[in-house]
Nanobody, 125 residues
Framework: QVQLVESGGGLVQAGGSLGLSCSASGSIFGIGAMAWYRQAPGKQRDVVATITSGGTSSYADSVKGRFTISRDNAKNTVYLQMDSLKPEDTAAYYC???????????????????WGQGTQVTVSS
């Protein structure tokens, strides 16, 4: 089994910064793409940023130029640096990753998809 654990959420004023991290642990035989999603109350969960195992990143238009996703493959960890935060960034942020949970799955190149439990980010105006 693979577990994703996020940390770093909290309360910040508009214009401020926060950094999130997500570490994967458990039975891991390789990690592919990793991503951050967010979900505000009453809204659907949307992708914020993604990063491939090779380090290629992409962002939602709403966060381009303000958020930066990065990863440390040696630590099985993905990060999200959030700058110039706005009240509309308030949401629960979820880590997502494709991982091989066994050698057999790795040989078959068959990823399983995993979610973290979420961490709350609140931006006050």
């Amino acid at each position: 089994q693979v577990q994703l654990v996020e940390s770093g959420g909290g309360l910040v004023q508009a214009g401020g910064s926060l950094g999130l991290s997500c570490s994967a642990s458990g039975s891991i035989f390789g990690i592919g793409a990793m991503a951050w999603y967010r979900q505000a109350p009453g809204k659907q969960r949307d992708v914020v940023a993604t990063i491939t195992s090779g380090g290629t990143s992409s962002y939602a238009d709403s966060v381009k130029g303000r958020f930066t996703i990065s990863r440390d493959n040696a630590k099985n960890t993905v990060y999200l640096q959030m700058d110039s935060l706005k009240p509309e960034d308030t949401a629960a942020y979820y880590c997502n990753a494709d991982a091989f949970p066994s050698p057999a799955q790795a040989r078959a190149r068959r990823y399983y998809n995993y979610w973290g439990q979420g961490t709350q980010v609140t931006v006050s105006s």
